[in-house]
């Protein structure tokens, strides 16, 4: 695929319309620490004088060979890198217990779906008026701008600067479905016949692995069938974690629940890869490397291939994460630290650094013209892998609604899920224990909620 038309594709499902609907977070209050929203350094933002060293915290692999170049062309900004666990896997606790704590790094990864309970905790920083920030808006995908200052046009301030987006597809193991004499499913019905063969063909072989400890996973499924968990009206809020469409994700998944003791991003899933035990894994652009890196011995047998349909002829994506680098609140340096998070996530080198070695899909829009996304993929058989994740971003649903306390709706989901996939209940049993709770988690935050 040419160029031009590739970013055109990409283009038209992110920039065109995406309003993930953080966009009013004001209702949570203002700006800056009058309201308790957010710290209020951003008001100035002025440089620190002389040498300055920033803590950072990233889960992203190879993010340090990024950071190795900043500071050796930065010397008097050095930053110190602490690799951390994804997000709900560690992250975000830790965060917010080093936030209570005084004792929080000065950028933090956050997901766009937990960057607003960050907010809402005054765990962030406004970077608004810190040099070049406002500036960089026009750099990014549209939407993922809207995600950091919540849709208010800049007024309501900056709160992080993209980095990636993750619409989702599906890894499979082509060599072994030409094996089987199947080609990749086209409907979820498909995918679960498939998976009865595949588990019939050879012992201890499974389609897939169901994680307890990836609910943001599971939240793009809920998304590609366009199961929002949130409604806005003005300054109400209604909770849709259990709705039809979610039912119909968490149903499908009740009854195919295969491998539940792999959890994702695990020595024992990577090693079922390479011992061809599990043989697909529905994910985000990003997941290109995650496999490549933790499944070498797999390379040239994988392929990739749209997400699965709940109708067949339908054309639907969900979307699996994609972060923001966040100043946190109590930086000493939000001057500097936004310089970095700007130049880390713009800079034609640090990007081709994060795409190559940490698989991020950039939401600079500079990033979806790198030669990586132009070029065949050896690991995958040579395929041009992101034409079909460009072809996702279009499919996304852009009415998918975030809740003001997605920390909170997660911890939810995978407490649920643990329990369910250990026999103790079902996943509509969490769907509907989930919506009930996050309520809950709302109106002890004073937000209005309606039935």
Avoid at 73 to 98: C, F, H, M, R
Avoid at 360 to 378: C, E, F, H, I, S
Wanted: aromatic share 10%.
């Amino acid at each position: 695929m040419a160029v031009h038309k590739r970013v055109s594709i990409v283009r038209r499902g992110l920039i065109g319309g995406m309003a993930l609907t953080l966009t009013a977070l004001t209702a949570c209050g203002g700006g800056g620490s009058e309201d308790g929203t957010g710290s209020a350094a951003g008001a100035a933002c002025e440089p620190s004088s002389g040498k300055v060293t920033l803590d950072y915290w990233s889960w992203v692999p190879g993010m340090q060979k990024a950071v190795d170049v900043w500071n050796g062309e930065n010397p008097d900004i050095q930053v110190t890198l602490k690799t951390t666990p994804s997000g709900n896997a560690g992250t975000y606790q830790n965060l917010s217990n080093a936030l209570k704590a005084d004792k929080a790094p000065d950028l933090g990864q956050i997901e766009y779906d937990s960057l607003a309970s960050f907010r809402l905790k005054g765990g962030l920083t406004d970077i608004a008026k810190c040099a070049g920030v406002t500036e960089a808006e026009p750099k990014f995908v549209d939407w993922t701008w809207s995600q950091v200052d919540f849709g208010a046009d800049g007024k309501d301030g900056v709160w992080a600067v993209p980095q990636d987006t993750g619409p989702m597809a599906l890894f499979y193991r082509k060599d072994i479905f030409d094996k089987l004499g199947l080609t990749a499913p086209t409907t979820w019905e498909e995918y679960a016949a498939d998976a009865r063969k595949i588990k019939a063909a050879k012992k201890g072989q499974y389609i897939t692995h169901f994680s307890q400890t990836d609910p943001n996973w599971f939240t793009g499924l809920l998304w590609q069938n366009k199961a929002t968990m949130f409604e806005r009206d003005g300054e109400n809020w209604k909770v849709s974690v259990d709705r039809p469409e979610s039912r119909q994700v968490a149903d499908y998944w009740q009854k195919l629940i295969v491998a539940t003791d792999l959890q994702g991003f695990s020595p024992a899933l990577y090693k079922a890869w390479n011992d061809d035990e599990v043989v697909t894994w529905i994910s985000a652009a990003w997941g290109y490397s995650t496999i490549r890196d933790n499944a070498k011995s797999t390379a040239g047998k994988w392929a990739v291939a749209p997400m699965p349909q709940w109708e067949k002829g339908r054309k639907q994506a969900g979307n699996w994460g994609g972060s923001t680098t966040a100043v946190l609140a109590g930086s000493k340096h939000p001057a500097e630290a936004a310089k970095f998070a700007l130049w880390l996530n713009s800079d034609a080198k640090a990007l081709e650094i994060l795409n190559r070695e940490g698989g991020l899909y950039p939401a600079a829009k500079d990033g979806l013209t790198m030669p990586a996304l132009q070029q065949p993929v050896d690991f995958y058989g040579k395929q041009e892998i992101f034409d079909v994740f460009a072809e996702a971003s279009a499919d996304v649903d852009t009415e998918f609604t975030w809740g003001p306390t997605m920390t909170d709706t997660y911890r939810f989901l995978s407490d649920g899920t643990a329990k369910a996939t250990g026999g103790g209940s079902t996943l509509g049993d969490v769907l509907k224990d989930t919506d009930a709770q996050s309520a809950d988690s709302l109106r002890k935050q004073s937000l209005k909620v309606t039935d």
